[in-house]
């Protein structure tokens, strides 16, 4: 199965873009790169997701490598309430199984 | 709404019993997965499904069990052969078309603590 790395723990300004990476370098061809984030005791919820290129939505943006090996989500303005745990998963293309980084911790100070 | 929800909540087992987790979504989906989180960890997988009656172990499956009789439901079992289930655990569900790289679903998720 691939596996994805990303840092334990980041820290941002307010106000500051944020960029949080995530290693997949065993990812395959039809492996989906996902990212959520969670609070304490809450399920997580969505941010973004691709394929193959860059991709942006209203919280975030997504630079995928041209070799796939490597992905940032990009916050471009860090606010009070993006501190959460971020994490990047892939969804194992053939089996659906979804597999899940260590996660990075983000603190945003005011 | 469509959406996923787990109960309890909140739920106390007690030395040597067996306690089920409720997963239920109308959404439609076709593959549900059962994660744990231990305080400050990441999620590991405990089981997921793809179809209806069929089920796959994931990477800590040991005093687990689940079944998928029905789509829109995937229970998970917490049995006495599960020496530290304290934790919270987390299902989730999605369309089973990875050519649509779909958005992952996930329930709020259950506290288990052993008293």
């Known amino acids: 199965d691939a596996k994805t790395t990303q840092p334990n723990s980041m820290e941002s300004n307010e106000e500051e873009p944020v960029h949080l990476p995530c290693n997949h370098s065993?990812?395959?061809?039809?492996?989906?790169i996902h990212w959520y984030r969670q609070l304490p005791s809450q399920g997580p919820e969505y941010v973004i997701h691709?394929?193959?290129s860059n991709v942006n939505n209203r919280m975030a943006s997504l630079a995928i490598a041209e070799d796939r090996k490597s992905s940032t989500l990009i916050l471009h303005r860090a606010t009070l309430r993006d501190a959460a745990v971020y994490y990047c998963?892939?969804?194992?293309?053939?089996?659906?199984?979804?597999?899940f980084g260590q996660g990075t911790t983000l603190q945003v100070k005011p | 709404d469509g959406g996923i929800t787990q109960s309890p909540k909140y739920l106390f087992r007690k030395e040597g019993q067996n306690v089920t987790l409720s997963c239920e979504q109308n959404?439609?989906?076709?593959?549900m997965y059962w994660y744990r989180q231990d305080p400050g960890q990441g999620l590991r997988l405990i089981y997921y499904?793809?179809?209806?009656?069929?089920?796959q172990k994931g990477d800590i499956a040991e005093g687990y069990s689940v079944s998928r009789e029905k789509k829109e439901s995937f229970p998970l079992t917490v049995t006495s052969a599960q020496k530290n289930p304290t934790a919270f655990y987390l299902c989730a569900s999605t369309p089973i078309e990875a050519s649509s790289g779909n958005t992952i679903y996930f329930g709020e998720g259950s506290w288990l603590t052993v008293v």
């Open positions: 998963i892939l969804r194992y293309g053939n089996t659906g199984k979804l597999i």
């Open positions: 065993t990812i395959s061809g039809t492996d989906y």
């Open positions: 959404l439609n989906h076709d593959a």
């Open positions: 499904s793809q179809i209806v009656n069929d089920f």
């Open positions: 691709g394929l193959t």
